[in-house]
């Protein structure tokens, strides 16, 4: 009885002892939790589970970025926002300035694959974007990004093995008319203009709102040939929603948008320079030519998607 009682008051002195431990603990939670708020708090509501919840009572590896969060983060598309969110890669795909690239944990899609979806579903108030051709998404009237990490597959799908991205529109108000622009001026003579308007119908049953957004770029690379830009930005693209509202339990939305892209190629990595190749020739699929070994010392030549000077990219979508 003796031993027991002993060992017992041994270790109730110990604990005793481990106890002022704790509160240092608890004086530096706050300040993290502060730090986090920026990307997501517990006020965010996300449909990550195809249901509105908060945040925080979702048991998934998921990061939100609102509205404000997005414009901090001066995410003008959705490869803004991989600075923002850990384990994310999102990149401007090659060969195609409307393609985006989407890694998540390191599983992804490095090109474009007509006979392949993609490892990380990409979804725009719930409609899957199939391909990775203009999924490089312009954020001018979202409400947030939710980011999924990890497979996805019970609710979204065999294409979500890498993880899964929800753009959220923002929706009409039905009472309060609301209306927002910017213009911005940066390098290479970079113009962008956005403007959004939501104004009700009828009251508490009907809104609409429209959206848009000017991009406009000169181009980063220049070819060391002949001077040529590429990698520049001209788009052009529009969104309206309408909300009706007929009861409190029943909500349609019906959103039509449209994108128009006219753009220089966009280059992809370093590659050897080429060599017996006539670069004012029309080139066609069909036409030869011999890549030569790196060439010593510096050099900045890049991968073309063709060797027409003429030639570039055009894309006109839309879509209800």
Known sequence: MTRISTRAALAATAALFALPAAPAFA?????????????????????????????LDVPISISALSTEALDKAGAKDLSGIQGAIPNVNIVQGRGSASSANFFIRGIGQPDALQTFDPAVG??????????????LLN???????EVLRGPQGTLYGKNTIGGAVNVVSKKPDLNTLRGEGAITYGRFNEVTAKGYVSAPLVADK??????????????????????????????????????AQPTETVEVLIAGDYTR???????GQNTAPLVGFDYNAT??????????????????????????????????????
């Open 27 to 55: 004086q530096e939670t706050p300040a993290a939790v502060e730090d986090a708020s920026d990307v997501s708090t517990g006020e965010i509501l996300v449909i990550a589970r195809r249901r509105e919840e908060r945040l």
């Open 122 to 135: 990409v979804y725009v108030d719930g409609v899957y974007l199939s391909r990775i051709q203009g999924a």
């Open 139 to 145: 954020l001018f009237d979202v409400a947030r990004v």
């Open 206 to 243: 009907l809104a609409l709102s429209v959206a848009g957004v000017y991009d406009d770029r000169d181009g980063i690379v220049t070819d060391p040939r002949n001077g040529d830009k590429y990698n520049d930005r001209n788009n052009l693209s529009g969104r309206a929603i309408l909300r």
């Open 261 to 267: 892209q006219r753009n220089a190629l966009t280059l």
């Open 283 to 320: 080139f066609t699929a069909l036409t030869p030519f011999t890549i030569a070994p790196a060439a010593a010392g510096e050099w900045d030549y890049k991968a073309s998607t063709s060797f027409n000077n003429n030639e570039g990219q055009k894309l006109d979508h839309w879509g209800v």
